[in-house]
C-alpha cells in the first residue's frame, strides 16, 4: 500500500505563486515517473509536469516558462512550484506516483487563482 499526501494548495491572486508538495508513503520499493495533473470544473483531468527518478522532465505547453517540477528523491518527494499563475490555473492538483507497475494517485489540492 503506497499513500501520497499533497499540500500547498489554497487561493492565490493573479501573478502570484504556489509551492505545491507530494510525499509517497508505505510500502515503497521504487518510484519511477512522479508528476502532477489538474481537473477545472467541466474540464478533463489534464497532465501538468512529469519528473522521472533520472530527473528527465516534461510540461504541458500551458505550464512551460511558469511551473517547475523537482523531486526529493530520498524523501519519495515531489514539487510543484508555480508562478505567474492566472486564473485558467484554477483547478484540484492531484499527484500521481509510478511505483513499479502500478500508479498511486493523491486526494488533491485545490489551487484558486483571483483575478
Known amino acids: 500500500q503506497v499513500q501520497l499526501v499533497e499540500s500547498g494548495g489554497g487561493l492565490v491572486q493573479a501573478g502570484g505563486s504556489l509551492r505545491l508538495s507530494c510525499a509517497a508513503s508505505?510500502?515503497?520499493?521504487?518510484?519511477?515517473?512522479m508528476g502532477w495533473h489538474r481537473q477545472a470544473p467541466g474540464n478533463a483531468r489534464e497532465l501538468v509536469a512529469v519528473?522521472?527518478?533520472?530527473?528527465?522532465?516534461f510540461y504541458a505547453d500551458s505550464a512551460k516558462g511558469r511551473f517547475t517540477i523537482s523531486r526529493d528523491n530520498a524523501k519519495n518527494t515531489v514539487f510543484l512550484q508555480m508562478n505567474s499563475l492566472k486564473p485558467e490555473d484554477t483547478a484540484v492538483y492531484y499527484c500521481?506516483?509510478?511505483?513499479?507497475?502500478?500508479?498511486?494517485w493523491g486526494q488533491g489540492t485545490q489551487v484558486t487563482v483571483s483575478s
Open positions: 500521481v506516483a509510478r511505483v513499479r507497475t502500478y500508479d498511486y
Open positions: 508505505g510500502t515503497i520499493f521504487s518510484i519511477n515517473n
Open positions: 519528473i522521472t527518478t533520472g530527473g528527465n522532465i
